[in-house]
């Protein structure tokens, strides 16, 4: 099986999802990022795995449940940092954010028959998740991050390398209040969309407005 691999920072205010300030404060916008996180880690702990590691800026803190190994993130840029992270695994690994807590434990059954690399794209131009039937780190270093066309340029990475490459659905992160709307209005029965309800009738955002 395969290992996942959750990079994420402590959901403190001030520290996390600061494009969503405004229309949130900080401290909403944390409360949003620790739901995200929350579904995001449940939906992993669901999933079969060899091994299940958390990468984490920050403190653990109640929303993480049993099973995660957890370590800490390395200086150093994004890119670094992704690659440090699969430096640490020894085999068949996927690594995602915390941006995504529509995901499921369906989405996260990485399947590497046939393929070196599995690859889901964000509809932000950059990716939501990341796997590799033989971890390399100098796969990510020195991909441009939280750029337009990140996700473009990791995949031509693997591609380049002669790695076959399986597609994941494309998701939505969680950036703006817009991307926070469309993604609770998409999965209505996670932990952020009941975070989000009140948050938005309160700010006078719509749930499913994009904006």
Wanted: charged residues 20%.
């Amino acid at each position: 099986m395969t290992t996942l691999l959750v990079i994420a920072k402590e959901p403190l205010p001030g520290r996390v999802k600061t494009r969503l300030t405004p229309p949130f404060s900080p401290v909403e916008a944390a409360a949003l990022a620790e739901a995200a996180l929350t579904d995001t880690l449940c939906a992993v702990a669901a999933t079969p795995a060899t091994r299940r590691v958390l990468v984490l800026e920050g403190t653990p803190g109640p929303w993480l449940p049993p099973g995660f190994d957890v370590v800490p993130q390395c200086g150093g840029g994004l890119d670094e940092r992704l690659a440090a992270a699969f430096a640490g695994c020894d085999g068949p690994a996927l690594l995602i954010g915390m941006d995504t807590p529509q995901v499921t434990p369906a989405l996260l059954s990485a399947d590497f028959a046939g393929y070196d690399a599995c690859f889901g794209a964000a509809e932000d131009g950059g990716f939501w998740a990341l796997g590799l039937a033989d971890p390399d780190p100098r796969l990510l270093r020195g991909v441009p991050m939280s750029v337009p066309t990140t996700g473009a340029v990791q995949r031509e990475r693997l591609v380049g390398a002669g790695l076959r490459v399986r597609d994941l659905p494309s998701l939505r992160d969680v950036d703006t209040a817009a991307d926070a709307a469309q993604v609770a209005a998409a999965a209505p029965h996670t932990r952020f969309a009941a975070r989000l309800a009140p948050l938005a009738g309160s700010g006078g955002l719509a749930p499913t407005a994009d904006r």
